[in-house]
């Protein structure tokens, strides 16, 4: 199916501990980004990717790393869980960095950190 | 800083109504703005983009306004129905290249029959 995908829907892992975070998305954009969302906050940009290979830091990036070797893929890795990465993340994807250009998101992640 | 206010946090409305929430921004430079829908336990959904030359823009029964002299847009939603329950929230672009995204905490919209 055509989309933005995200594994697994939702994820439950002790402090300490790796995690890795799904996304794929189908239709070759170039862009693509992960964000997370907190009760009382907007969504926060962790990090971007403006192509395989090329990733850059968002607001919030400490605790995270991703890599994108493949254009349809942009995995998100916790290196060791912390309570405070409690929260519900989102993928999206957009072809071109243009101001009138869709930005599409997956369905998200909820990940809690016990 | 660069900020997104909506407004209000949340509202209670009947089946059919019509309903307008408010968006405030200090985010410059201004490149554009979008309402997305978001239902619970989906991700948020377009509605609208504006640049700077539009005031006006709608979606079906969705249609958004944007003041950039007082930097404030709203969403009017005509008609309510229960498929409406959502949250809306409000993003706004401050970069040139409009994808880098200052996006507000939402309005939780619920629509009773």
């Known amino acids: 199916d055509a989309g933005i995908t995200q594994s697994p829907r939702y994820k439950i892992t002790e402090t300490g501990r790796q995690v890795t975070l799904m996304c794929h998305q189908t239709?070759?954009?170039?862009?693509m980004f992960w964000y997370r969302q907190d009760l009382g906050h907007g969504l926060r940009l962790i990090y971007y990717?403006?192509?395989?290979?090329?990733?850059d830091k968002g607001e919030v990036p400490d605790g995270y790393v991703v890599s994108r070797s493949k254009t349809e893929n942009f995995p998100l890795t916790l290196e060791s869980a912390t309570r405070s990465q409690t929260s519900v993340y989102f993928c999206?994807?957009?072809?071109?960095?243009?101001?009138?250009?869709?930005?599409?998101f997956g369905q998200g992640t909820r990940l809690t950190v016990v | 800083k660069n900020q997104v206010e909506q407004s209000p946090q949340s509202l209670i409305i009947l089946e059919g109504k019509n309903c307008t929430l408010q968006?405030?921004?200090?985010?410059?430079?201004?490149?554009?703005l979008r309402w997305y829908k978001q239902d619970t336990g989906r991700g948020p959904v377009s509605l609208t983009i504006?640049?700077?030359?539009?005031n006006t823009k709608s979606n079906g029964r969705y249609t958004a306004t944007l003041d950039a002299d007082t930097k404030q847009s709203s969403l009017h939603i005509t008609a309510s129905q229960l498929s409406d329950s959502a949250s809306y929230i409000c993003?706004?672009?401050?970069?040139?290249?409009?994808?880098?995204?200052?996006f507000g905490p939402g309005t939780r919209l619920s629509v009773l029959p």
């Open positions: 990717s403006a192509a395989a290979d090329i990733t």
């Open positions: 239709w070759s954009h170039s862009y």
């Open positions: 504006m640049t700077f030359s539009e």
């Open positions: 993003v706004v672009s401050d970069d040139n290249y409009g994808q880098n995204f200052v």
């Open positions: 999206a994807s957009s072809d071109i960095w243009d101001k009138n250009t869709e930005a599409f």
């Open positions: 968006c405030n921004y200090t985010v410059s430079p201004f490149s554009n």
